[in-house]
């Protein structure tokens, strides 16, 4: 099944009493937008998913009858679910969103107020982030700041204000601005820490003029990497990262990917494994969003066999569970304090880790496989051996799916109905949308795909 990045959300909660009234959302995308400056209230926009198992209580917290009352008298509101690709792919074009559920905020000018992940199973995580919207909704538009760019403005310090708008906004596409930026230091910034890590915080590409003269003061950078906090230093080599490869596959520079792979391996110091894991990853990803398909289809081969089906499934399966375990440990804890004085304490977290993580990696590189090795038996042989393997770990209809398609393409097209038939009856047990499933089976059970 063709790959998206979702971040599981999991919280311990309490279920409300469903209250008459609803939060009222306005029919069409482009209603939304009218109304949002017709009356000057920021624009609240859910993406929703369906979750992939029943989950009855999934969205309770969009029922409390504080959240209904703050959504209806802040906010102009529009809903619209993933699935439904005519609005959606409209949305995901323009803001990019790689988390699901989402909310988007837009202040009445249409500018990005910001864009965050949506906890919608109880009431405290809707209020505070209606709460963020509305602070944040006050402040000025990026529009004022785009327009003001576009006519020229281009000074230290509008310049500087625009990167951090944009990085409160969610945007940390700053490579080119930080750029315009630098020219205009002196050398005695360069020995600013905050100056520093403005720099590097804006995700200069690596190489760069920018990113060079934010190192000239070796003791400064240490020190910077032993002050700030572990998440923030990993969020700042991330953005380094990828505005690098970016940079790097606009200009098709390889040299420049591997500037960014390097960069990368580095940021795992002693484990060498991990390391290794990191470096060709970023690499095939760039010989893959470059379409280079030779070098791509050559060097995921070896890094799928390596990395992931030399290990067994107990040493894969620990792995998920550390890494999972560490994202708890950066779980936030909220605090609130109810009607009767008792303090309440509920814990939440994201991660990009989710139990299975192994087995979602296996399956997209399969996917991949089948949709750049053509007829070519050996590749989607070895895509085949991936789709199984992560069907032994996590035993997932999306999965079944990639491998039901895989199968299909080798000709084995019994086998590839049996196994889409399974990725439908295990929808089906979880009570998701089986839809697009059902397709893609019809048109297997056909001879038709």
């Not at 959240?67 to 005519?86: G, L, P, Q, Y």
């Not at 049996?418 to 297997?444: F, P, R």
Request: glycine fraction near 4%.
């Amino acid at each position: 099944m063709k790959k998206s990045i979702v971040i599981f959300c999991i919280a311990f909660f309490c279920v409300a009493n469903l209250p008459a009234q609803k939060i009222k959302y306005e029919p069409t995308f482009d209603k939304a937008r009218l109304l949002s400056k017709q009356e000057k209230k920021p624009l609240a926009i859910l993406i929703t998913i369906n979750p992939p198992v029943y989950s009855p209580n999934f969205m309770a917290g969009l029922q409390d009858q504080k959240v209904i009352e703050k959504f209806n008298s802040r906010f102009i509101n529009f809903k619209v679910d993933k699935s439904d690709t005519a609005v959606y792919a409209k949305i995901i074009k323009d803001y990019k969103l790689s988390r699901f559920p989402s909310f988007i905020f837009l202040d009445a000018k249409g500018g990005l107020i910001f864009a965050d992940i949506a906890l919608l199973v109880r009431p405290e995580p809707l209020l505070n982030i209606a709460d963020r919207a509305m602070s944040a909704s006050t402040e000025k538009s990026l529009v004022e700041y785009d327009s003001a760019y576009v006519a020229g403005s281009n000074g230290g310090t509008f310049l500087k204000d625009y990167i951090l708008r944009r990085e409160k906004a969610g945007i940390y596409s700053n490579a080119s601005l930080i750029e315009k930026y630098v020219p205009g230091l002196k050398v005695s910034n360069l020995n600013s820490y905050d100056e520093v890590l403005f720099i590097l915080k804006a995700g200069p590409v690596i190489g760069g003029n920018a990113y060079r003269l934010a190192r000239i003061n070796k003791c400064l950078i240490d020190s910077i990497y032993k002050t700030e906090p572990l998440a923030d230093r990993i969020a700042m080599n991330n953005v380094l990262v990828k505005n690098t490869m970016d940079s790097a596959i606009v200009s098709k520079s390889e040299a420049m990917a591997y500037e960014a792979a390097s960069f990368a391996q580095l940021s795992w110091s002693k484990n060498y494994r991990e390391a290794s894991k990191a470096r060709n990853f970023k690499m095939i990803q760039y010989y893959f969003a470059v379409k280079d398909t030779a070098k791509y289809l050559q060097q995921a081969t070896n890094f799928y066999d390596f990395h992931y089906l030399k290990l067994s499934g107990d040493s894969i399966r620990k792995l998920d569970s550390l890494n999972f375990i560490a994202a708890k440990k950066n779980a936030e804890e909220t605090v609130s304090i109810g009607d009767n004085g008792s303090i309440k304490r509920t814990i939440s977290f994201t991660s990009t880790h989710t139990i299975d993580n192994y087995a979602t990696e296996l399956n997209n590189g399969a996917w991949n496989f089948y949709l750049l090795g053509g007829n070519k038996d050996e590749y989607l042989i070895k895509a085949m051996q991936w789709s199984r393997r992560s069907i032994e770990l996590s035993p997932k209809a999306a999965f079944y799916d990639t491998y039901a398609h895989l199968l299909y393409r080798l000709r084995l097209y019994d086998e590839s109905e049996s196994m889409q038939k399974k990725a439908l009856e295990l929808s089906a047990t979880n009570k998701a949308e089986i839809k697009a499933l059902q397709e893609e089976y019809n048109k297997i059970k056909q001879r038709n795909l």
